[in-house]
């Protein structure tokens, strides 16, 4: 249980002690980890309803102590985030995110005190610089943080309630591919040491740093295979480097390697040894690891000689890469894991439309099993004029 007393006494004629009227009133409770705690009221009957609420809160499971919601919200945040498990790219981006976008807005808040209408002004002021989706992500991050805070007895409620979202006014599904000629295009316009990248891109379907984390002992040409299992990843003040942790298991996979892609390695090995000592395949004309911004770059004045459409960027080869495997039809399930997708969802929000005919194959099965019993032929158009008359 816990007590009440008050902060300053008068002595009655009796010589009992009673509380003045100007006193103050103090609350003194046990917290779960055995610790004192007070808190100061102005009335006595604002500290017995104070009392009777942590009782409850110990006895239910749900007490928070009111000292731990004065922590700023970026110190709590900077130690959630560094006790996540996440993929390197996750990694980056939650500590860009908040650093970015939420710190300067909230950051120094005690996050006991941060209400939703706060949270919903740190989305506003975001939707003026950021898309719509990115706007998503960004809070997606903060409510993960006050959930934690729950957890952790430092909340009793999070303000990431009724909060509003702009929406997204785009699709992540691809609307434009290249064609072959246009990839072939493109990689007679780019720099020579660059020449097999693109036909690697476009014959692996690889993620950026999939690809320019490839190193020679990951290519089988014996048994035409190549194998994912590491990225080049650029850590904050330390650079580039090759990272075995990929995006998510689905990532790491074993491709086959068609014989275009291995001739075009084959002969720039030839022509450009790999990196002496990290074995990449591909590097920059400094003979170093090759980064992605550089690489845009490079790969936005190859595209402009090649006259390739203005929306083509280097991801686009991922993109032809898919819509190849679609086009020689190639299921969902087969595009998802060359592609290393974590679900058939993603896949199919990102690709669905480029399955061609799948309105006509429907009919076509129908018509196969069903069109010879009921003495229709195949290719009815429409209501014939016997019928109708």
């Not at 061609?356 to 099993?369: G, K, L, N, W, Y």
């Amino acid at each position: 249980m816990g007590s009440i007393e008050p902060t300053k006494y008068t002595v009655g004629a009796d010589g009992k002690k009673r509380a003045s009227r100007d006193a103050r009133w103090r609350a003194r409770w046990r917290s779960p980890d055995g610790k004192t705690r007070e808190k100061w009221f102005a009335r006595r009957v604002d500290a017995e309803r104070w009392l009777t609420s942590v009782q409850h809160g110990k006895l239910t499971g749900s007490y928070v102590d009111p000292r731990a919601g004065k922590v700023t919200f970026r110190s709590y945040a900077e130690e959630w985030r560094k006790n996540q498990i996440h993929g390197h790219g996750t990694t980056v981006s939650v500590e860009q995110h908040l650093r970015r976008h939420v710190y300067p807005v909230i950051g120094d808040r005690p996050i006991a005190a941060i209400r939703t209408s706060e949270i919903q002004g740190l989305v506003r002021q975001m939707e003026t610089t950021l898309a719509a989706s990115t706007v998503g992500v960004v809070y997606g991050r903060v409510v993960a943080v006050f959930r934690a805070a729950m957890r952790d007895r430092i909340l009793a409620v999070s303000p990431c309630v009724g909060v509003k979202l702009p929406r997204s006014s785009g699709s992540s599904a691809v609307t434009e591919v290249l064609e072959p000629e246009q990839v072939l295009a493109l990689a007679e316009a780019v720099l020579a040491r660059y020449r097999a990248l693109i036909i690697a891109d476009a014959g692996l379907g690889l993620r950026p740093g999939e690809l320019f984390g490839l190193t020679a002992d990951r290519v089988d040409f014996l048994r035409r295979t190549v194998r994912v299992d590491q990225q080049m990843v650029r850590i904050r003040g330390e650079g580039v480097q090759l990272a075995s942790k990929l995006k998510t298991q689905a990532a790491y996979r074993t491709l086959p390697l068609p014989d275009v892609v291995g001739e075009a390695l084959a002969a720039h090995m030839q022509a450009f040894p790999p990196h002496p000592e990290l074995g990449l395949i591909f590097t920059n004309e400094r003979g170093a690891p090759i980064q992605q911004y550089p690489f845009a770059q490079a790969f936005a004045s190859a595209a402009r000689r090649a006259g390739l459409p203005e929306w083509a960027t280097p991801h686009d080869l991922r993109h032809f890469y898919a819509s190849t495997l679609i086009r020689s039809g190639a299921s969902v399930k087969v595009v998802q894991v060359r592609l290393g997708h974590e679900s058939a969802k993603t896949t199919l929000d990102i690709y669905s439309h480029l399955f061609p005919d799948e309105e006509d194959r429907t009919r076509a099965a129908v018509d196969a099993v069903l069109a010879a019993s009921c003495g229709v032929s195949v290719g009815f158009q429409g209501v014939s004029d016997q019928q109708t008359q």
